[in-house]
């Protein structure tokens, strides 16, 4: 029996290479990972804002060669990419949606072979003050036209979407009013749930679709449960991680996750934020209540913020049910303008930047160098996800995955 605790994020397959029709028998052949299968991901944003402004004003070429330094520098790394489709910002006067900007962003990141996901398609936060004039029934009816509108648009770039966001907190939110909260206050969580999860699946039926949140007590669980007995085809679920208050550490992470693998369901660690600065204070209730003018990074908080990200990361690494890791921040400043970015503002590494790198390209990557027997066969055993092989100068590529048995490949 293995004691590999990694051995569940690894395949094994048989290759048969051949050379103008005949096998390459007795050739030494380098195998290298291109990809992960696991998605270690970022907040995409920035790719949006390089594509021009909201306004249509063109971003300068300067800002455009800093943003693409630094989208550069992160996805030489991470292989996920979160993009915004906020209703407020993503459509703030109706009927006109964002869409050739975002377009160009997923564009951009799917030609460098980056998995993208949209977040979020209804949330009650940075709502569209323009829905507020109709009735619930209404605000219902355009939330679908919107979903199936943007699902499908973006079918085969983004199949990946977080349906809707932070449903346990919705009816009762109270810092005002807005026309989502009246929606589920109506008609309930489940039904709401079950109302955009049906019209996102109606519009991408392959795309994987998850359920947000970041309150992580029983009310979630309860509301998993209670959306699953109601056949509500939930594919993954999201665990909001933001840790401005200090790092959840090893016993915690441990909890949450015993905690919602009772599901049997995919997880995705969503939007993990862990501070390179000051803490933010204990009392402090919501997050966004905390205004600051600046929030700095500091050498002794990088250097633990590095070691705090390498523990989690391999938790969660290891645990078979996660699936991604989104850091929220690729950058310091932004949410809370608070340090948890992967690099400063001026694109230099930070010690976590430089951890992840390591670990991803290196200690949880696969390469080898294998000598063919006399049919041009060699067996390999690599952690799942994208690779090239090459003999002589020729190359070929091969994908490695849990179903990966025997694979004929032409150099």
């Known amino acids: 029996m293995s004691t590999d605790i990694l051995q569940h994020r690894k395949a094994t397959v048989k290759l048969q290479l051949t050379e103008g029709g005949k096998a390459l ?37 300067e800002q455009k060669a800093f943003l693409a330094v630094r989208l550069d520098k ?64 209404e605000i219902l009816e355009k939330l679908r036209r919107r979903i199936e509108r ?9 199949d990946k979407w977080d349906v809707i966001n932070e449903v346990v907190i919705m ?9 989502v909260t009246r929606v589920c206050r109506e008609i309930g969580r489940v039904s709401m749930v079950r109302e955009v999860f049906n019209a996102a699946r109606a519009a991408n039926p392959s795309a994987v679709l998850l359920l947000n949140d970041f309150d992580l007590s029983d009310k979630y669980v309860i509301l998993i449960d209670g959306c699953l007995q109601a056949g509500i085809p939930i594919d993954v679920i999201g665990i909001q991680s933001h840790q401005h208050q200090g790092y959840w550490g090893a016993e915690k992470t441990h909890e949450i996750l015993e905690r919602y693998s009772q599901f049997g369901l995919p997880i995705h660690f969503t939007e993990n934020t862990i501070i390179s600065g000051d803490i933010m204070p204990a009392h402090i209730v919501d997050l966004n209540d905390w205004q600051v003018d600046a929030w700095p990074s500091t050498p002794e908080g990088e250097e633990r913020q590095a070691r705090e990200i390498e523990e989690m990361y391999a938790i969660l690494f290891s645990h078979p049910l996660v699936e991604a890791i989104t850091a929220w921040s690729s950058v310091d400043g932004g949410w809370l303008k608070a340090p948890a970015g992967l690099l400063r503002q001026d694109n230099s590494a930070k010690p ?57 490949l032409a150099l």
């Open 352 to 408: 976590a930047f430089s951890m992840l790198e390591k670990k991803i390209k290196s200690e949880w990557a696969t390469n080898a160098s294998i000598v063919t027997g006399a049919l041009g066969e060699l067996s390999f055993e690599g952690f799942r996800g994208n690779y090239e092989v090459e003999c002589e100068g020729k190359k070929a590529q091969f994908t490695l995955s849990k179903d990966s048995d025997v694979i004929a």
């Open 171 to 179: 009816p009762v939110f109270d810092k005002y009013d807005n026309a």
């Open 25 to 61: 028998a007795g050739k030494c052949i380098n195998i290298k990972q291109q990809q992960h299968e696991f998605l270690f991901g970022t907040g995409g944003f920035d790719a949006v804002q390089m594509m021009g402004q909201p306004d249509g004003t063109p971003t300068s070429e």
């Open 150 to 158: 943007d699902v499908s648009r973006f079918s085969g770039i983004i």
């Open 74 to 137: 992160v996805f030489s790394v991470m292989n996920y990419a979160t993009l915004p489709f906020y209703i407020g910002r993503y459509e703030p006067n109706e009927g006109q949606p964002d869409e050739a900007r975002t377009m160009a962003a997923a564009n951009y990141f799917r030609s460098r072979g980056v998995t993208l996901k949209g977040h979020p398609l209804v949330w009650h936060t940075v709502c569209a003050d323009w829905l507020m004039n109709y009735s619930n029934r």
